[in-house]
């Protein structure tokens, strides 16, 4: 049993408003189901993301050989590589020396990138890294030395709490060295409706991304949730930019877990995910803030989502 995981999910229970953590959905049905939302007609920021990749990848590519020459290309939650895919073939193309090292907390997305890409592109290398992102960080600067260019992309710094995720960004600066880059992708704030529409996708795989957790829970962790009794509520405000995720208690009921009762009342939350919106504004105050310098911003055409590239 994952020590790690049960710890945190009694934390989060015991917790005055009950809250769990969204990096724990991705197990492997959580990853189908997040295949399926980024395939579903409402959720545009992969769209979006896809399209900067292929339109832009050569020139970014340019900047990485120009400025780093030889150095590693860390990916921070690489997914299915499906956007990458674009900037490593460019960077193949031009002979680039680089190792692309994707880091994921899902050890079969892992297993997939080391075992497919390779044939894909002929010519590349990878390393995969199979953990947290910080300590496998860590663990790439004790095997090289070589410059790092770091992506972290999708809008995955969403899923942080401002303040979290101005935290991550200074010890995201902090790890690494002058003359470093890191390229952030960033869902931007646009019509309410829109961002709403994209965590209520009507084939209901948003629901069971959160349900999923409650599933995991009870498989891994012994726990008794009826997922039955517990519906999917996402909420976006236009105000602070925060989209959140709940599941609601449909009645009073008591879940078991490691010996210990969790009660929930009628119509109580759990707080499943944000993923924060960004205005400009916030973005060059958070790059400044964790003292990145600006180099460059990439934008999909309807100016949806952006990546910025921003030098240690
Ligand atoms: C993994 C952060 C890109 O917050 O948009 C998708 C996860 N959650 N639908 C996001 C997610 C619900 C996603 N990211």
Redesign the pocket.
């Known amino acids: 049993m994952n020590e790690q995981f049960l710890n945190d999910v009694v934390t989060g229970l015991s917790a005055k408003t009950k809250k769990l953590n969204?990096k724990y959905f991705y197990d492997d049905e959580g990853d189908v189901l997040?295949q399926k939302?980024m395939q579903s007609e409402e959720?545009y920021?992969t769209d979006c993301e896809y399209e900067i990749f292929k339109g832009k990848s050569p020139a970014l590519a340019g900047v990485f050989i120009d400025q780093l020459k030889s150095f590693e290309l860390l990916e921070l939650g690489a997914g299915d590589a499906s956007k990458t895919k674009f900037l490593l073939e460019a960077l193949v193309n031009r002979k680039a020396d680089f190792t692309y090292m994707p880091i994921d907390i899902s050890g079969s997305m892992i297993t997939y990138l080391e075992d497919n890409l390779p044939s894909k592109i002929p010519g590349l290398k990878v390393t995969g890294l199979n953990g947290e992102y910080f300590p496998m960080l860590e663990k790439v600067k004790t095997i090289s030395s070589r410059k790092k260019a770091v992506l972290f992309l999708?809008?995955?710094i969403?899923?942080m709490d401002p303040d979290d995720a101005l935290a991550f960004c200074k010890q995201l600066h902090a790890s690494l060295n002058p003359g470093d880059y890191v390229l952030m992708g960033f869902?931007l704030r646009k019509n309410p409706h829109a961002i709403f529409n994209a965590?209520n996708d009507k084939a209901g795989y948003?629901k069971a991304?959160n349900l999923n957790l409650l599933k995991r829970i009870n498989n891994e962790l012994g726990a008794d949730f009826q997922l039955a009794d517990f519906e999917h509520y996402n909420s976006y405000d236009p105000l602070t930019g925060a989209c959140r995720?709940f599941l609601v208690s449909l009645k009073a009921q008591q879940v078991n877990l490691d010996g210990q009762a969790f009660h929930f009342k009628a119509n109580e939350v759990i707080d499943m995910?944000i993923?924060q919106k960004y205005s400009m504004e916030e973005i060059y105050d958070l790059g400044n803030q964790a003292n990145f310098e600006v180099v460059e911003t990439f934008f999909d055409s309807k100016e949806w989502f952006l990546d910025m590239l921003w030098k240690v």
């Open positions: 969204s997040f939302i959720y920021l999708g809008g995955n969403g899923n869902d965590y948003t991304f995720s995910e993923s």
